[in-house]
């Protein structure tokens, strides 16, 4: 990859890199990842190669990210027309089209997380981190906040998701805190913050938690 790559990690703009290759680790996934579809259908792995472009970005810059020319790359791998690829890499939020900070901050705003208080964490993060608007990065490269649809974890509102790893049951006090450990490179345990068993109520589990006496029958 080339060597013009600005990292967002040191707080400075990001421009396109000019190419993109695979490196050693990528390459071992994909002989993996291909040998699951059918030869002519190795377009289904799309997906995946994004997904390991958007990592492969992470352990080289700092920033998780899909550029340009490794959608190309992508293209090029599966047979297939880049516009393709570039639809799947535009249309799935998952995938940051332009550089992001070390910690990137995925907020959900949907209803659940919405009437168990998501406006506090939103408010809470952009206070902390400084940042003003959506898909903006903090001026260190450290942060970046975005707002994203369901989480898929509605029953544990409000959701916020760094990185690949979830933090429930948030709060104002609790997404300050976990903003001011991820500043000190000291991440909280994922899960609950409020220290819920999984999606137990809180206080524990109610419910089947001794056996009935056997009665012998």
Known sequence: MADNHITAEHGAAAVEPTSFEFDAQSNAAI???????????????????????????????????????????????????????????????????????????????????????????VKTCRDVTGIKGWGETSADGAFTITEVECLGACVNAPVLQVNDDFYEDMDADSTKALLEALKRGEPPPVGSMTGRQGSAPDGGPQTLTTLAPSTGD
């Open 31 to 121: 002989e993996r990842i291909l040998k699951k579809f059918p030869a002519g259908k190795q377009a289904s792995a799309v997906l995946p190669l994004l997904d390991l472009v958007q990592r492969q970005m992470k352990r080289q810059t700092g920033s998780a990210w899909v550029p340009r020319v490794a959608m190309d790359e992508t293209a090029r791998r599966l047979d297939m027309a880049p516009i393709r690829v570039y639809e799947v890499a535009t249309f799935y939020l998952m995938f940051n089209t332009k550089p992001v900070g070390t910690y990137h901050l995925q907020v959900c705003t949907t209803t659940p997380c919405w009437l168990r208080g998501s406006d506090q964490v």
